[in-house]
C-alpha cells in the first residue's frame, strides 16, 4: 500500500463489507462490478469506494469496472485473509457456542482451536466436536502453538480479567462481545501519566455490541433519510 | 441539531461508543470528563470527540470538559434512547436465545415483546418467561401492537425471507446477524432502473457481522500501529 498511516479505519471497515458483497456476487455467478454497484450495496457512494481502494492500488480499469474474483482475492489479500487464523473463544455459554458454531467461519482460514470456560459443568464436555477446557490452562495450551486471535464471550463482569488472560497467553487481537470497554493494564508512575503494560502493547480490541447495533437504529429510524447519504467523501 | 445532512454514519457509532464510557464512568462515580479522556478510551483523537458532539450543540465548557451525567443523559436524548422500543427477535437457536439473555438491554428502554421461529420443537418452548411464537403469527402480533425493530437470528439462507417478513409487518429498523446482505424488494420497469418496493422505504438494516470483526482484526494485527491513528480528522 502507497501511505499505509493515511488509511482510516474506516476504510477497513468498508473494505470488509465490499468483500462480503464481492462473495456475494461471486456465488451468484456475476464475474465484473463497478464503484457503483459496491456503493450502492455498501450503501456509500461510489467515490467513497474508489477512494478506499485507491489506497492499496489500481484495481479496475476506467469505464470497466472490476473483475469480481480478482478484486475478491486482493480484498481477501489486503485483510490478511489469505493466511490461518488460530482462535480461541472464551465463554462458552449460549453465546460462545453460537460463535463456535457460527456459519461462514469456515470459508476463511479461522480456525477455532480452543474453547475455553470456567464452570466445572461445561468443562470437559463437547462442543462441535471439540472438549472445552478450563480457563486455567489456556496459558499453557497457548505455549504448544499460536494463539493470535480470542473471542471474549464471557459474562461482562469477568471480561477484563478473561481480556487479561488472553492477552499474557499473547493474543494480539480480541473480540468482545461483552457490553464493557475492556482497559489495557497500566502501571502507575510517580508525577508521570500511568503507562501501558508490556504485554498490551500492539494489542487490538474490537468491540461486538450488540446493543450499539441497537442504539444505531434507534437514531436512523428517528432520523429518516441521514442513513443513505454518505457526507464523508464531502468533507 | 444544527445541520442533520452533513453528520456521518460514523460519527453516530462514536456516540455510542461515547455513551458506553459516559456509563462506565458514572458507574464508577467518576463526576467529570474531557475530550482527551473520551478520545483516549474511544481510540480517536480529542480534535475527533469535539467534532462528533457539535454536530448536536455545545456540550461542555472550554477548559473544564464534560459532566459525565449531563452528556449521557444528552447522547441518550439524541441516539433516541429515552424512549421505549419493541423489539422482536426472529431465529431462536443458540444465538436468538443468547440474544434474548443479554445482559445490559434492560438498562435501556429496549423490550423484547416477541420471540418467533418456524422449528415446531422450538414454537411454544419458553426463553426467558416468552414463549416463541411462530413467524406466521408475526404481521398478526404487530397489528396489535407497534413492533419498531427486529433481529434476525436466523440462518443464512432464511436471513431475506425473513427480513421481508419483518418489513411486511411494519418493522423500520432490523439487526441483521446472517452472515448474508439483506436487499431491499425490488421490481422490475419495462426499460427503467428497478424500483424499491413501498414497503421498504426508510428501511435501516445493521449488519452484525462477527467475521467483519475477525476480518478487520487480522487486518490490524498485520498492520501494527495503523489501529491508534484516527486520520479522518486530517481530511
Redesign the interface.
Known amino acids: 500500500m502507497s501511505n499505509?498511516?493515511?488509511?482510516?479505519?474506516?476504510t477497513?471497515?468498508r473494505?470488509?463489507?465490499y468483500?462480503?458483497?464481492l462473495e456475494?456476487l461471486e456465488a451468484q455467478g456475476i464475474n465484473r462490478t463497478s464503484s457503483n454497484h459496491l456503493a450502492e450495496?455498501a450503501q456509500v457512494s461510489a467515490f467513497q469506494v474508489r477512494k478506499d481502494l485507491a489506497y492499496f492500488g489500481r484495481f479496475g480499469t476506467r469505464g470497466m469496472g472490476y473483475t469480481v474474483n480478482v478484486l475478491k482475492r486482493e480484498l481477501r489479500r489486503?485483510?490478511?485473509?489469505n493466511r490461518p487464523?488460530n482462535?480461541v473463544i472464551l465463554g462458552m455459554?449460549?453465546?460462545g457456542?453460537?460463535?463456535a458454531?457460527?456459519?461462514?467461519?469456515s470459508d476463511?482460514e479461522?480456525s477455532f482451536v480452543g474453547l475455553f470456560d470456567v464452570d466445572p459443568d461445561k468443562v470437559g464436555t463437547q462442543v462441535r466436536g471439540m472438549t472445552i477446557q478450563h480457563l486455567e490452562g489456556l496459558s499453557e495450551f497457548a505455549r504448544q502453538q499460536p494463539v493470535?486471535?480470542g473471542f471474549l464471550a464471557v459474562?461482562?463482569e469477568r471480561a477484563q480479567d478473561a481480556a487479561q488472560a488472553l492477552v499474557d497467553a499473547g493474543v494480539?487481537?480480541?473480540?468482545n462481545f461483552a457490553?464493557?470497554?475492556i482497559q489495557p493494564r497500566t502501571f502507575e508512575r510517580p508525577g508521570r501519566e500511568p503507562e501501558i503494560a508490556d504485554e498490551w502493547r500492539?494489542v487490538?480490541v474490537?468491540?461486538?455490541?450488540?446493543?450499539?447495533?441497537?442504539?444505531?437504529?434507534?437514531?436512523?429510524?428517528?432520523?429518516?433519510?441521514?442513513?443513505d447519504?454518505?457526507?464523508?467523501v464531502?468533507?
Open positions: 499505509p498511516s493515511n488509511i482510516p479505519n474506516a477497513i471497515s473494505l470488509v463489507t468483500l462480503r458483497i456475494k450495496w489486503i485483510l490478511g485473509l487464523w482462535v455459554g449460549r453465546l457456542q453460537a460463535l458454531n457460527y456459519p461462514g467461519a476463511y479461522f493470535e486471535m459474562p461482562p494480539k487481537g480480541i473480540l457490553p464493557v470497554v500492539g487490538i474490537e468491540n461486538v455490541d450488540f446493543l450499539a447495533g441497537m442504539k444505531r437504529l434507534a437514531f436512523f429510524i428517528l432520523n429518516p433519510g441521514l442513513r447519504l454518505d457526507t464523508e464531502e468533507v
